[in-house]
């Protein structure tokens, strides 16, 4: 009987494939600057050939304490070189890599280790006491590795794993377009966070498409703030790889360190939330740098006001883009131009897809809306995720009639752009309205002495539901619940404006930074029981 064998060399000629990426680049452009970090106060840099040659040794490392191909090896780190190091020794292995948020609750945490059954754990060694917590009882964690620490009784230092390792090419691995080398949770602002499997098709695809969809140039150099365990800051990283060029990270956003790293580095991009870019502007030394190496910013989770953004660009000299997507549809999927036509002057426009993919707005019955109907957005192409782990119900509800549900509504204006109108499960119909909370919430951040905003649906006796909002105010304010309201009548339709204004000191927010809108109207279910 004839049993099929795969062809190694055929596998290794015609595939596509993230970590002979790596490979390609250290062929073409080893002398290159690919990685730069600042860990411990200090520029570290890695060439092509060095980061190569160092994914090579700590790939025979992991392979040598017993890993293998399909295995799931979860990494808890920083922004640091290290992290892409592991990162490429997975995707050259076959090995599953797991970033771990690392900010989110223990339980959590614990979760992502358990229900993905990881084999190993890598975590760098300020991060040692919450990760060994965290993996404790943990039968099928079969190896631990520490990032700079060579004395935790029962680790392996990440050092070892370096140590006297050949470090000549790995060529013995079959590895399928299709196959999973990525496993993500999601951020579970409703229930347990789900893991999202990607595969190397999906990764490879997603860092092209952001590289051409962006403009990235030849050796695109991007700065990275945001931190490398969410879908974003990884995926722009490996597209700037992608180039020849280098991502240079760093693990904590302070405005001053930014600004002069865009001079000192020559970056040619950066994204940030706009928050960030706000506090940017106010900075007093946000003249003393010259920017000219810059060819855009990126903006995301949340729109930005004209104002803000013509000032961007007075100040950096370039073009800002917001930039939209999710780990389901391996980011990015959409992006709004800077300077694009659109039928409102302001709104949060998400735009158009990127180049690989297709993008709809559907009712629930799988139609294609037409212009200026609201359904819900969803994309299909190759960056789509190849399933929720262990869940095929769920892959399945996102994956109907043939598009990847996204659960954000929005609608397609006259101009052909996308704007995003509220999270699915978080419209507020009021009276037969239907009230879309990140509008209001849009409205109450426009105030200056207001920093955080969450909108929600109450329970009411009359309207079904009643508009709802919590805030938290900057320090030293002195808004009242009177105040807002009064605000938000400015600019609001009467349904929209909230019927009663919560002030609150923090949020709870998910380990993405998403405030758990669950948690306040839970807290606030009977506030209109009286009435």
Known sequence: MNTFQPDLN?????????????????????????????????????????????????LRGLREQGLKQGDRVALLCSNR???????????????????????????????????????AVIFESGLAQLTLGCAEGLDHIIRKFCIGDSTIQGCVSFAELLDRRDDSEIEDVILGD?????????????????????????????????ALTLGYGQHHSALIVLPVFHCAALMLSISALQTGGKAVLTSAFESADALRLLESEQI???????????????????????????????????????????RLRNAFGCEFHLASGQSEFTAMACVFYDGSPT???????????????????????????S??????????????????????????????????????????????????VDRKKDMIKSGGENVPSCRVE????????????AVFGVSHPRWSEAVCAAVQLAPNALLDEPA??????????????????????????????????VELRQRYANTFDDE
């Open 371 to 420: 212009t200026g109907e609201i359904g819900e957005i969803c994309w299909r192409g190759p960056h789509v995720m190849s399933g929720y782990l262990k869940n095929p119900e769920a892959t399945a509800e996102v994956s109907q009639f043939a598009w990847h549900h996204s659960g954000d509504l929005g609608y397609i204006d006259n101009c052909g752009q996308l704007m995003f």
């Open 343 to 369: 039928e409102q002057v302001e709104g949060n426009y998400w735009g158009v897809p990127v180049m690989t993919a297709e993008q709809a707005v559907l009712d629930d019955q799988g139609n294609e809306l």
């Open 178 to 210: 299709r196959d999973v080398i990525q496993l993500l949770y999601s951020s579970g602002t409703t229930s347990r966070p789900k893991g999202v499997e990607t595969s190397n098709l999906s990764i490879y695809f997603a860092s092209l498409s952001n």
């Open 442 to 453: 849009q409205v109450l951040l426009e105030h200056a002495e207001i920093v955080q905003a």
């Open 81 to 119: 070189i290290e992290f892409f190091v592991v990162a490429f020794a997975c995707y050259k292995a076959g090995m599953v890599f797991m970033p771990v948020n690392f900010v989110q609750n223990q339980d959590d945490i614990r979760y992502n280790l358990e229900h993905a059954k990881a084999r």
């Open 268 to 310: 040619n991009s950066l994204a940030l939330l706009p928050v960030m870019w706000k506090a940017l502007l106010v900075h007093p030394d946000i003249t003393h740098y010259d920017y000219s190496a810059m060819k855009f910013g990126l903006y995301a989770m949340a729109p930005m006001d004209s104002a803000s953004i013509q």
């Open 484 to 517: 807002i309201v009064a605000h938000c009548k400015e600019q609001l339709g009467g349904f929209q404006v909230p019927k009663k204004v919560f002030i609150v000191d923090s949020f709870l927010v998910t380990g993405t930074g998403k405030i758990k809108k």
């Open 10 to 58: 055929r596998n290794l000629i015609e595939r596509v494939a993230i970590g002979d990426m790596l490979r390609r680049r250290a062929r073409a452009s080893g002398n290159r600057e690919a990685l730069v970090d600042f860990h411990g106060g200090s520029r570290r840099s890695l060439t092509y050939k060095e980061f190569n040659s160092q994914v090579n040794r700590v």
